[in-house]
């Protein structure tokens, strides 16, 4: 499991960013990344955190990444966020899930002429492959539920564009998404902990398949959830950190 924070500001969204990604540590050692609209467009920063912490690899990297809204991730597997030129112009993307069938999907776009970037011993990076399926759509909520309808397994995500931040809470809610605001200020994000850390309140638990936007002028509805959900039981045992709320 993997754990994903976004953040709008009124201002500079650095510091949130910084503090919202690290409160989850806890959930990945591989691989953690920032990624910020900034004035001049899409700003990214990866790093290997095995062996290390992220906040001595990231400390003076968020600094420089100036901008009022952005995504980060600690990642259990995969280098993540993904950025993406697309015909719904410039996207960079973080997840957290799994994919059974990757491999197949991976070679159904082989076959359509795609390409992938990060492959690591034969195997797709896994953002990258729910990229790719996104960009199939006719514009991203439709890419979006086209990655759902295809994928097996789960998969829950924050897309970031100028138009503001989209989360989406993967469709048997397996792994939990939550929305928060201080102020004008709106975040999302997957423990609840990182939000009591830097004064943000509660304001929606997304259900599972349910999609909305988050940016400067609060927070839109884009799809509706459902009511299945099968929500990971070892969040609360294991893996998930015990000041948090999920549901």
């Given amino acids: 499991m993997s754990g994903v924070f976004g953040v709008v500001s009124k201002n500079d969204s650095g510091q949130d960013l910084f503090y919202g990604t690290d409160y989850h540590s806890h959930l990945g050692t591989q691989f953690a990344g920032l990624a910020v609209w900034t004035a001049q467009g899409l700003m990214r920063k990866i790093h290997d955190i095995r062996g290390s912490q992220f906040k001595a690899k990231f400390h003076e990297d968020y600094k420089n990444m100036v901008g009022n809204k952005g995504i980060g991730v600690i990642s259990a597997r995969d280098e993540q966020p993904i950025c993406i030129n697309s015909k719904f112009g410039p996207f960079a993307i973080v997840t957290n899930g799994f994919i059974d ?124 959830g459902s009511d299945t959900n099968q929500i990971c039981a070892f969040l609360w045992i294991y893996s998930g950190f015990p000041a948090s709320s999920y549901e």
């Avoid at 070679?107 to 690591?120: A, D, N, P, R």
């Avoid at 309808?149 to 792994?175: H, M, P, V």
């Avoid at 998404?177 to 902990?193: H, I, K, M, P, S």
Wanted: hydrophobic residues 35%.
């Fill in 101 to 224: 069938n990757a491999d197949e999907l991976a070679k159904q776009l082989y076959k359509k002429g795609q390409s992938f970037s990060e492959v690591i011993d034969s195997q797709v990076n896994l953002t990258e492959l729910v990229a790719k399926l996104i960009i199939q759509g006719k514009d991203i909520i439709d890419g979006i539920e086209n990655m759902f309808s295809k994928i097996e397994g789960s998969c829950s995500l924050l897309l970031l564009n100028k138009e503001g931040i989209y989360a989406a809470r993967d469709r048997y809610g397996y792994t939990p998404l939550v929305a928060g605001q201080r102020d004008r200020d709106f975040a999302v994000t997957t423990e609840t902990t990182a939000f009591n850390n830097l004064g943000f309140k509660i304001i929606k638990y997304l259900e599972p398949g349910e999609i909305v936007l988050i940016n400067e002028k609060g927070m839109k509805h884009k799809r509706r």
